[in-house]
């Protein structure tokens, strides 16, 4: 991996000889570290990278993965999970999955959703009948394979898809923290369970989405919306910190393809001639870390007071905080910060 550096965009501080600092382009920065007081040192807010920008100006967003070669495509539209929306949806997966059979399953299993939580007597967002006549109305313009009057997903269903994506359904979501101490958590916790090379966290200029093409001038929607739900009758989203991104899709015709590119490769494809350049770059930064590394992550991180008990404020986190505590205590030479 070749050094990377450039006049339009310089590295930030100085990363010395135990970082390697590359990109594809300019749109992602890489930055590889090799012990966890410089991946943490990265992060913090008070860093390099991000110490310029105040936590409560909302400026970056970060996700975290035991995999560093994971890509940032949502769930609902992963290979992988597509046989599990589909049937979620009561469909079976179609030989040819284009824009029009991908939103009518993805409408479906939210109408299945919101009608399931009504059934058992649990809210959601926007419960009423704006809500309502939203789900009959372009739900049906969906099922019988019309085109999608404006984008999908439709505003007030929004904040249900966002309850359901924090559930685990399968969304066009993206789930995102404000708080890159608790990415890396969710990242060093995910790579116990895996034996990937190396974790990693992505972080978003929030900002930048603002500055590229409307999807559709008329309608006024970014092509990447960030979501940010309402944290009162949420208290994991609270604790987390946490927000969404989203790409919309545009009305379409049938046979439409599914963009199925991470958000990463979809923002460098934008059209950024004037007046939609982007003045600040990278929009991107994906900081890596040795899963060897992990054990010793997480009690950093313990350091920062980043735990489950924090992440999850209920019992069932307190006792998870336990059990991770006594884990990373039992593992055999836990290697020290440094």
Not at 50 to 69: I, K, L, M, N, P
Request: proline share 8%; aromatic share 8%.
């Amino acid at each position: 991996m070749a050094i990377f550096h450039s006049a339009r965009n310089p590295p930030h501080g100085n990363l010395g000889s135990n970082y390697r600092s590359t990109a594809t382009s300019q749109i992602v920065k890489h930055i590889e570290c090799i012990n966890t007081r410089q991946f943490l040192d990265q992060l913090a807010p008070r860093g390099p990278l991000f110490g310029s920008a105040q936590r409560t100006d909302r400026v970056w967003a970060y996700r975290g993965h035991g995999d560093d070669e994971f890509q940032l495509v949502p769930k609902s539209l992963r290979p992988s999970e597509r046989a599990s929306l589909f049937a979620l949806a009561g469909q079976n997966v179609p030989e040819q999955i284009d824009n029009q059979s991908q939103v009518r399953a993805e409408a479906l299993v939210i109408e299945r959703f919101i009608s399931h939580c009504d059934d058992s007597g649990l809210v959601v967002p926007g419960y009423g009948h704006i809500l309502n006549e939203t789900l009959k109305t372009n739900t049906q313009w969906v099922k019988v394979g019309s085109e999608v009057l404006g984008n999908w997903p439709h505003d007030p269903i929004v904040p249900s898809i966002c309850l359901a994506q924090h559930h685990g359904l399968p969304t066009r979501f993206l789930d995102w923290s404000f708080s890159a101490f608790k990415a890396a958590h969710f990242a060093a916790a995910d790579a116990l369970a895996q034996k990937s090379a190396r974790l990693s966290v992505w972080a978003i200029s929030l900002p930048a989405f603002r500055k590229m093409r409307p999807i559709s001038p008329s309608q006024g929607h970014y092509r990447v919306d960030v979501i940010v739900p309402p944290r009162c009758d949420n208290t994991y989203l609270r604790a987390q910190e946490g927000l969404f991104t989203l790409c919309r899709v545009n009305a379409f015709a049938e046979g439409d393809s599914v963009d199925l590119r991470p958000l990463d490769q979809q923002v460098e494809s934008f059209d950024h001639s004037p007046p939609y350049s982007l003045n600040t770059l990278p929009v991107f930064y994906h900081v890596t870390l040795p899963s060897s590394e992990a054990v010793a992550c997480l009690q950093g991180l313990e350091q920062e007071s980043v735990n489950p008990a924090v992440l999850f404020p209920d019992y069932n986190g307190v006792v998870t905080a336990m059990k991770s505590r006594v884990h990373v205590s039992a593992t055999d030479c836990p290697p020290k910060i440094e």
